[in-house]
């Protein structure tokens, strides 16, 4: 039986969980953070000692844990970039923008559990020996930012933050920062121009790569809400115990936000890669299954900028190649166990954990339309082939559903979408405004090409004109 | 023939040079270049790892690029310059691997970068040509001219535009953009000398760069997102610095237009021919754009000796003077009242051969120390090298008329005649310049100056009075404008603006740079150089070069801080000399 493992949501939704500091104490808040503060050096096999922040750090690499923003990349690794040489100070920030469609899981944890996501913070702040961070959170989230003002405060109060933190000599101070409702603030190097006050246009990278040339250019880390908290786990459970949990490189657990046609839409914390997208889709506990009378059609694995998924579709997946030899398997769409690298294989992502679930009654063109002109909308304008692609794909949708068609249009918009992923963009966002085109036109295809036939049919028979 | 040698005195920038840069060996679609490691950032002059884009343009091969600008921080937006490339392929002994041929396995990377950015690593290889990278500058192309408003015929730009010239390398001849463009708009007067057009903008932010990073003025931006994003100064601020015009020269397209310019030529009508902005002592070397003997702008010339590829809207709107109506144009002779035998008459078209003769009759005849001259700072080295012998020879006292006014931090210097250093090094100013006016004036006053020449200048805005010029007997002003002097001078000798003529300048810092003729002088006006050299020969019956060559070579002989240059080896961008 597919079950939630409730980690970071453990206690969040209970009755009485309240998000003041209190009510995290009561249960046992901030007890992985006096763990981790008064972790003493330790001698290694080889004769070396390394300080109690190496060891967290080591704990987050053994664990495995990847991103939970979007790109999934390895956190322990992200955090061995860090040029800790450079004699500048080293930044974190917490990445609470969440932004792309169809998300809504750090949300849960900002406004419900504020104290479990700063928890994770000053351990990952004592970890990589920064004393300054930022939480980056969208300009929509009032209230959220609200409750973490009050979080700051409150674990200030108590010293968890702020000067010689429990008397450990380690300080620490973070700042809010709302957005002003740019998706692009998501991305960490806008998100790191829009911190330092400017528009948030992506770094080109090289050379600005966070680890080395981040906010005003010293060494930073940017991590997920979501990440941030598991680090807390981390540091409480130890990072072998962590990796038990979830699948091999997809360890831990992760928050799925499920919206679209399903009974049950909402948030769902799993071990990684232990249930199947069609568990998430159909299982009571989880999506609760499709509205009565109603066939899958399609879903998004990862947010709005993931490849869309086919109903029925079948992929070829290299199974664990344990005995050295590579074993491919066939797996059909509603048996894709929820995981990094799976979803990664059958030309997709996970990315920000969202999956919207479409069922017979959607026409894709109309969603693809819808979503095309969030990505024109949220373009910010830097470079060229994101820029323009982005609006004239937009424009030729808002045409495909407003009866202005043309059969050729599907092959049109593939043109252009090829022409923006791939390198071509400074940052993601290319890939996020192309690969819903590429996907849907591609996997959909007779559904543009009828459309377009339609309305140009329509447009060949003669109106009824009054000289006849 | 002339054959010189290089003497110490004058070499090409004798700064003590940093050692020698760490070299990397890349290959540039097959063929290999040396390239320093690190190339000093445009703005600080950090040192920076070396990018592909110059590598590639050490090796020859141009890629193309629309936001990327050698003298500006890199932005890597356009896209425009994407390659492909390869690295040396590492074994599992982190050695690189070796064909069976003996050459280095190359590993092509997955993905194209922008050369613009990318720092060259040893053994790279930058493929800058193959059919994908074409496929994407096809893309990019496409991409900038879907909303380009495509009103090349009546755009100042076409014939100098990037869009335009790329779009003949990379462009289809159809369009498939079927849908509405996107409007901004146009004709936004974004200061007093600069008109944006936003739909024509590519949004490279060049003119951003320039405005933030060089000229020091945060004024320039970008506001609304994606394709409406459009370019702006900052709310209630007019783009108004000393620098705004030269971002309409780095404006790939026509977006930005200068005031001045707009709608008045088409740019391939115009002639281009190098010369020097005379407007201050920085000396910044310009483009002169002409038609039919009529200036219609200048535009800087890339000398990073001097002005690198800037200068200032001072300098550049400074021309108009030349094209006008109240210029000198003829020689003209007015006989002192009750001292000649005419008086008060015009005598009737004297020519230039006649009243040199007389000039130099009456020069000779006069008594040594009974002559001054009063030279400008405008005028070039060799016009003040023939003045000063001319002095010599005849035993005056000399001064030229120093300009002073506010400078500022990035080039325009408060010295601002172009000559200074000139007139100090030749010999005809006195130290400091302008100290030897007061006896000058003195002179006359007290009758022991008698005669006085003044090239360029109005006497009497420099101490030297209408009522002492009134008391001369003889007074010789050579000019290009009318003033209060020339309406006095009993032999008014037309000269030539710069670009009218050959000639050098000596710049602040030293540097010897000369300018090109662009236009024909007008009526009767000639150059100085060439009547001073006639003038001299006639004074001192020797016989001279008449040529600004020769006369160049052999002031190079006379004057120290000149020595070993010649006219042929200061090229196009001048020569330091020690000052
Ligand atoms: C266009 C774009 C938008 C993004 N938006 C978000 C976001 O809203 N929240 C987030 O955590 N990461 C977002 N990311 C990913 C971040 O760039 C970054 O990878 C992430 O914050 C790193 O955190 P992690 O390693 O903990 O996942 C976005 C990336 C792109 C390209
Ligand atoms: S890819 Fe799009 S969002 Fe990213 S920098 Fe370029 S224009 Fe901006
Ligand atoms: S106005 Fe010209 S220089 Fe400035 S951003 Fe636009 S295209 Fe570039
Ligand atoms: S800085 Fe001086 S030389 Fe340069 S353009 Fe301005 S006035 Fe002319
Ligand atoms: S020239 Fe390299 S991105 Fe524009």
Redesign the pocket.
């Known amino acids: 039986m597919p079950q939630e493992h409730r980690q970071i949501l453990k206690y969040v939704d209970q009755p009485g969980y309240t998000p003041d500091i209190e009510c995290y104490l009561r249960h046992s808040g901030y007890e992985a953070l006096k763990k981790a503060i008064t972790l003493p050096p330790k001698t290694q096999a080889d004769g070396k000692t390394t300080t109690g922040p190496e060891q967290i750090r080591q704990e987050v690499m053994i664990s495995g844990l990847?991103?939970?923003?979007?790109?999934?990349?390895p956190?322990g690794l992200?955090w061995s970039f860090v040029d800790r040489k450079s004699g500048k100070p080293i930044h974190l920030?917490c990445?609470?923008?969440?932004?792309?469609p169809g998300?809504f899981k750090?949300k849960q944890i900002i406004y419900k559990d504020p104290h479990q996501m700063l928890e994770g913070m000053i351990i990952a702040c004592y970890a990589n020996d920064a004393h300054l961070a930022y939480i980056y959170i969208?300009g929509e989230f009032v209230e959220g930012a609200k409750i973490l003002a009050r979080a700051l405060r409150e674990a200030r109060a108590k010293n968890f933050l702020g000067r010689n933190i429990l008397g450990s000599g380690y300080d620490l101070e973070i700042h809010i920062h709302r957005g002003a409702g740019a998706?692009?603030?998501?991305?960490?190097?806008?998100?790191i121009e829009s911190l330092e006050g400017r528009r948030a246009y992506?770094r080109i990278k090289p050379p600005y790569f966070p680890a080395v040339l981040g906010l005003y250019l010293c060494p930073t880390i940017?991590?997920?809400?979501?990440?941030?908290c598991a680090v807390k786990h981390i540091t409480a459970m130890g990072g072998a115990e962590y990796a038990k949990l979830g699948t091999p490189n997809n360890t831990g657990t992760r928050i799925v936000s499920i919206s679209g046609h399903v009974k049950r839409p909402g948030y769902y914390e799993i071990e990684v890669g232990k249930v199947t997208i069609g568990e998430l889709i159909h299982d009571p506990c989880f999506g609760g299954g499709l509205r009565d009378g109603r066939k899958l059609k399609a879903i998004i694995p990862g947010g709005s900028?993931a490849k869309i998924f086919k109903a029925g579709e079948k992929f070829k997946l290299k199974g664990n190649s344990l005995l050295g030899r590579e074993a491919e398997k066939e797996v059909e769409l509603l048996d894709l166990p929820y995981d990094f690298d799976s979803i990664i294989e059958a030309g997709s992502m996970s990315g920000?954990g969202a999956l919207i679930v479409m069922d017979d009654s959607t026409d894709m063109v109309e969603a693809l339309s819808n979503i095309a002109e969030f990505y024109a909308h949220?373009s910010c304008g830097q470079c060229t082939p994101c820029r323009e692609g982005s609006l004239w794909m937009a424009k030729a949708l808002h045409r495909l559903t407003h009866g202005g068609g043309r059969s050729t249009d599907a092959d049109y918009l593939l043109r252009i979408a090829d022409n923006i992923p791939g390198g071509r963009t400074i940052?993601?966002?290319g890939?996020?405004c192309a690969w819903p085109v590429q996907s849907f036109v591609g996997k959909f295809k007779d559904e543009f090409i009828a459309k377009g036939a339609a309305d140009e049919e329509r447009r060949m028979k003669p109106a009824a004109s009054p000289q006849c | 023939m002339l054959t010189e040698t290089m003497s110490t005195a004058a070499t090409i920038e004798t700064k003590p040079q940093p050692p020698p840069a760490e070299k990397i060996k890349v290959k540039v679609d097959g063929k290999e270049v040396a390239v320093p490691k690190t190339t000093p950032d445009p703005v600080t002059g950090k040192p920076l790892p070396t990018s592909m884009i110059q590598a590639c343009a050490a090796a020859n091969v141009i890629v193309p690029h629309y936001c990327y600008h050698p003298k500006l921080p890199v932005a890597g937006s356009c896209r425009m310059c994407l390659v492909e490339f390869g690295t040396p392929a590492i074994g599992p002994d982190r050695k690189p691997i070796v064909n069976p041929d003996g050459t280095t396995k190359i590993s092509r990377a997955l993905r194209p970068v922008i050369a613009c950015a990318t720092p060259v690593s040893p053994g790279m290889e930058i493929y800058t040509n193959t059919p994908a990278v074409r496929l994407m500058r096809e893309g990019v192309l496409e991409f900038l001219l879907i909303n380009h408003p495509l009103d090349c015929p009546i755009c100042d730009q076409a014939g100098e535009c990037k869009l335009q010239e790329y779009s003949v390398d990379y462009g289809n001849s159809e369009s498939r953009f079927v849908e509405a463009k996107v409007h901004k708009p146009k004709r936004v007067e974004l200061g007093p000398r600069i008109v944006l057009d936003d739909e024509r903008c590519i949004l490279c932010s060049r003119c951003i760069r320039f405005t933030r990073d060089v000229a020091g003025d945060d004024a320039l931006g970008f506001v609304n997102r994606g394709s409406h994003s459009t370019l702006t100064a900052y709310p209630g601020r007019a783009f108004d610095n000393n620098y705004t015009l030269n971002t309409v020269d780095i404006c790939p397209v026509g977006a930005l237009t200068s005031k001045d310019f707009r709608f008045r030529m088409r740019v391939w009508f115009l002639k281009e021919t190098r010369s020097l902005c005379t407007s201050c002592a920085t000396g910044c070397n310009i483009v002169i754009g002409s038609r039919e003997d009529a200036i219609y702008r200048y535009e800087p010339r890339e000398n990073d000796a001097v002005n690198s590829c800037w200068m200032c809207d001072h300098g550049r709107l400074n021309y108009k003077w030349i094209g006008r109506e109240d210029r000198l144009v003829e020689v003209r002779k007015r006989e002192a009242e009750g001292r000649g035998q005419a008086s008060g008459s015009r005598s009737a078209a004297p020519t230039w051969s006649a009243v040199l003769g007389e000039i130099s009759q009456k020069l000779k005849a006069a008594e040594p120390g009974s002559i001054a001259i009063v030279a400008s700072a405008r005028q070039t080295n060799e016009e003040l090298h023939l003045l000063a012998k001319l002095a010599k020879r005849l035993g005056a006292l000399t001064d030229s008329v120093p300009r002073i006014a506010a400078g500022d931090k990035l080039l325009l210097n408060a010295d601002r005649n172009p000559n200074s250093t000139g007139a100090r090094l030749t010999g005809i100013a006195a130290d400091p310049m302008g100290s030897n006016l007061p006896a000058i004036a003195g002179g006359i006053r007290s009758g022991r100056i008698k005669t006085l020449i003044v090239f360029g200048e109005d006497a009497t805005k420099c101490g030297i009075d209408a009522d002492l010029l009134d008391k001369l007997e003889l007074l010789i002003a050579s000019d290009i404008l009318p003033n209060a002097t020339t309406r006095r001078a009993h032999y008014l000798l037309p000269g030539c603006a710069h670009a009218e003529k050959r000639g050098t300048f000596t710049n602040t810092k030293g540097r010897v740079q000369k300018f090109l003729k662009a236009v024909e002088p007008r009526g009767d006006a000639r150059p100085e150089w060439e009547y001073l050299h006639e003038l001299l020969v006639n004074v001192t019956s020797r016989d001279g070069i008449a040529s600004i060559e020769g006369v160049f070579n052999e002031m190079a002989k006379e004057v120290p801080a000149f020595s070993g240059l010649t006219w042929a080896t200061l090229g196009d961008t001048g020569i330091s000399a020690k000052i």
């Open positions: 990847r991103g939970r923003g979007g790109a999934g990349f956190c992200k920030i990445n609470a923008d969440e932004s792309e998300t750090d969208r998706y692009i603030c998501g991305e960490e190097t806008g998100l992506p940017v991590n997920n809400v979501e990440t941030l900028s920000s949220e940052c993601a966002f890939e996020a």
